[in-house]
Nanobody, 122 residues
Framework: VQLQASGGGSVQAGGSLRLSCTNSKGPFGGVIMGWFRQAPGKESEFVAGINWSSSVTDYADFVKGRFTVSRDNAENTVYLQMNSLKLEDTAVYYC????????????????WGQGTQVTVSS
């Protein structure tokens, strides 16, 4: 698995962005996928996760109701739709693959993509 995230950018508060994460080496291979973020001067934090069949998703409390994680296995792509963006959502967002433990734990994930910057302004 070699993950590549894209879709970041600058947006005004209240706006939307959709992040994408693809596996440049082909199919995801049935793995759980997730998103983390890291704001300047802060620890990395779990944002959302989704299992292979999309039957199970999980979100950090601070994005519930605003962000939606989804995946298209045929396209080898995972998405993070971000709506009602807030200033505090400004961070570098990373996609992660193949969790072997609690999704919210960074150490559970075996593969990481490069980050994509999301900047929310007033």
């Amino acid at each position: 698995v070699q993950l590549q995230a894209s879709g970041g950018g600058s947006v005004q508060a209240g706006g939307s962005l959709r992040l994408s994460c693809t596996n440049s080496k082909g199919p995801f291979g049935g793995v759980i996928m997730g998103w983390f973020r890291q704001a300047p001067g802060k620890e990395s934090e779990f944002v959302a996760g989704i299992n292979w069949s999309s039957s199970v998703t999980d979100y950090a409390d601070f994005v519930k109701g605003r962000f939606t994680v989804s995946r298209d296995n045929a396209e080898n792509t995972v998405y993070l739709q971000m709506n009602s963006l807030k200033l505090e959502d400004t961070a570098v967002y990373y996609c992660a693959g193949d969790s072997r433990g609690p999704w919210s734990s960074r150490g559970s994930w075996r593969s990481w993509g490069q980050g994509t910057q999301v900047t929310v302004s007033s």
